[in-house]
C-alpha cells in the first residue's frame, strides 16, 4: 500500500559522503516514522538511523553518530539520510522503512524500500 524507493547508493572511497534519498508513495500515516537500516553479507540487518514525522525527534546506532544526518521533507514525503566519514564497514546494503511507532527494531516497520547499494572502499 505504502510504496518506498531508495536512491543515491554508490561507490566512494573512505572518508567521503553520500546522501541517500528514499521516496514514499501511496498511503501514509499522520504519524509517519521513518528509519534506515543496513545489512551486509553474512550480517544480520541493523538498525540505521530514524525520524518521527515532525522531524524533531531523530535516533542513531552508536556507529553511525556523529557522521550520518537523518532528515525528512513531508511535503515531498522523502526522507534523506546525510553519511559523512564514511567507512569501510558501513558497506552494506541501505534500506528504507516506515511506520507508525517510534522504534529502532526491524520488525515493527510495515513498510520497506527495494535497498540501494553503499561500498566504501579503502
Known amino acids: 500500500q505504502v510504496q518506498l524507493v531508495e536512491s543515491g547508493g554508490g561507490l566512494v572511497q573512505a572518508g567521503g559522503s553520500l546522501r541517500l534519498s528514499c521516496a514514499a508513495s501511496?498511503?501514509?500515516?499522520?504519524?509517519?516514522?521513518m528509519g534506515w537500516f543496513r545489512q551486509a553479507p553474512g550480517k544480520e540487518r541493523e538498525f540505521v538511523a530514524a525520524?518521527?514525522?515532525?522531524?524533531?525527534?531523530?535516533a542513531y546506532a552508536d556507529s553511525e553518530k556523529g557522521r550520518f544526518t537523518i532528515s525528512r521533507d513531508n511535503a515531498k514525503n522523502t526522507v534523506y539520510l546525510q553519511m559523512d566519514s564514511l567507512k569501510p564497514e558501513d558497506t552494506a546494503v541501505y534500506y528504507c522503512a516506515g511506520g507508525t511507532t517510534w522504534t529502532s527494531f526491524a520488525g515493527t516497520y510495515a513498510d520497506w524500500g527495494q535497498g540501494t547499494q553503499v561500498t566504501v572502499s579503502t
Open positions: 501511496g498511503r501514509t500515516f499522520s504519524r509517519y516514522v
Open positions: 525520524i518521527t514525522w515532525s522531524g524533531y525527534n531523530t
